[in-house]
């Protein structure tokens, strides 16, 4: 079924929901779809039969996004799913990203390719572990542009109530500040996604909200620019072996253009291979552009010889990386850090998709409330610090001033994201 806004040559946008475990975020996908004409009622009815004999009544929403089997039985979202839908203005992929913490691995890749998020805040519960810090990771990650929607503002106790709604976005915007937001321009809408209230139709049950629906707060986005006057850098998600075709690398393009027939080289890994055919959306094009999500097949590489976390880009303008025995330095933030650490700490970097351990070398500087000090003998969470690092094995990383989207990474330790920062200056030997 098609929507009425279907129109494929539109500019193409992500967007990713993000959020607390629980908070309605496939739900609110589901909804968000339903409701604007992309998918039809029975579909959700059969997933509401197939979650009600499965106990989890009212999931029928939330299963339009959660396919996988497992998720239906554990009743959250593991995996990053795909789904297409229309505004007025835009072409979108929607990106679910799981928010369940074992699964913030693949939160990561799916913030790492939006433009814009819709952040999850349920009214009853407020802020929580993972609102916090997903919204630290999308800041990191480059995402811009955010829309706050405070959902299931019908359940009890919460009732709708205004002071409720304000007290959420009190919370919300206090977080965003930390992350480096500015809350003022930030859209925060009171929601239920479970009864469709300002998802895409207007709800009657807040008459003190003046503000967009989600539907309408999403069409609002602007569109951020194109980097395609820079040099070609396509961080690898994915490498498939496809019989009859070959192998076909898949990710987003970052930065500058791919073009069918040219040659590009893979860092890391330092392989090098001819584009033979781009496909975009089930379709084949001569070029893509920054934003684009592609799978591009290439001419005599096998697929082990290129992996998840190369940045692929031309052979004149190399994709950077730093080898096991060269160092680049970064400033960091450290979010949450259970004690606190110092030279030789190795926790693993997550920088668009690569995932490296990566140990801390010098502590060259560090800034917190107390002031700056050079050379710190170890810090602790809330300190702001200047590190030089070294990777363990080779990682595909940019400076900042060169390549912002590729300068940014996230370091996580213990299953928690306990630090996040830039890379300002690559040192090659």
């Known amino acids: 079924?098609?929507?009425?806004?279907?129109?494929?040559?539109k500019s193409h946008l992500n967007i990713v929901f993000i959020g607390h475990v629980d908070h309605g975020k496939s739900t609110t996908v589901g909804r968000l779809l339903l409701?604007?004409?992309h998918i039809e009622g029975h579909v959700v009815e059969k997933n509401e039969k197939l979650a009600a004999e499965s106990g989890k009544a009212g999931f029928g929403l939330a299963y339009v996004m959660d396919g996988l089997k497992e998720e239906r039985e554990r009743g959250i979202t593991i995996d990053v799913a795909h789904k297409e839908f229309f505004t007025p203005n835009y072409y979108w992929t929607v990106i679910d990203a799981p928010g369940h913490r074992d699964f913030v691995k693949n939160m990561i890749t799916g913030a790492s390719q939006a433009d814009a998020a819709?952040?999850?805040?349920?009214?009853?519960?407020?802020?929580n572990s993972q609102t916090k810090e997903h919204a630290f990771l999308a800041r990191v990650l480059g995402v811009s542009q955010l829309i706050v929607h405070v959902n299931k503002m019908d359940i009890s106790g919460v009732d709708w109530s205004e002071d409720k709604y304000k007290a959420a976005c009190?919370?919300?915007?206090?977080?965003?500040?930390?992350?480096g937001y500015k809350p003022d321009d930030i859209p925060m809408i009171p929601a239920s996604s479970l009864n469709g209230d300002n998802v895409f139709n207007k709800s009657d049950k807040c008459p003190w909200y003046n503000g967009?629906?989600?539907?309408?707060?999403?069409?609002?986005?602007?569109?951020?620019?194109?980097p395609v006057d820079k040099a070609l850098r396509l961080p690898i998600q994915d490498v498939y072996k496809i019989s009859g075709i070959g192998t076909v690398p898949v990710g987003?393009?970052?930065?500058?253009?791919?073009?069918?027939?040219?040659t590009v080289v893979f860092n890391?890994?330092?392989?090098?291979?001819?584009?033979k055919s781009i496909e975009m959306h089930h379709t084949m094009v001569d070029r893509a552009e920054p934003g684009d999500n592609v799978g591009f097949n290439v001419r005599g590489l096998a697929a082990v010889d290129i992996r998840r976390g190369d940045v692929a880009g031309y052979t004149d303008s190399a994709p950077t990386f730093v080898r096991h025995d060269e160092t680049f330095v970064g400033q960091i933030s450290i979010m949450g850090i259970p004690k606190a650490v110092s030279v030789g700490y190795t926790?693993?970097?997550?920088?668009?998709t690569a995932q490296v351990a990566i140990r801390f070398l010098d502590l060259l500087e560090k800034t917190n409330k107390k002031g700056k000090e050079a050379n710190p003998s170890f810090l602790k969470t809330g300190d702001q610090a200047m590190i030089r690092f070294q990777p363990t094995k080779p990682f595909a990383i940019e400076q900042l001033e060169d390549f912002p989207q590729l300068a940014r990474f996230a370091i996580r330790d213990m299953g928690k994201t306990v630090a996040a920062g830039v890379c300002l200056k690559i040192e090659k030997k």
């Not at 890391?268 to 584009?275: I, R």
């Open 1 to 9: 079924m098609g929507s009425q806004w279907e129109d494929r040559s």
């Open 35 to 37: 409701d604007s004409g």
């Open 118 to 127: 819709v952040l999850l805040c349920a009214a009853n519960d407020g802020v």
């Open 170 to 179: 009190a919370e919300v915007s206090t977080l965003l500040k930390q992350a």
């Open 212 to 226: 967009p629906t989600l539907f309408e707060a999403i069409d609002k986005v602007t569109m951020p620019p194109k």
């Open 252 to 262: 987003k393009i970052e930065t500058g253009t791919l073009n069918v027939g040219k």
């Open 268 to 275: 890391p890994s330092q392989k090098s291979a001819e584009v």
């Open 347 to 352: 926790p693993v970097f997550h920088a668009h």
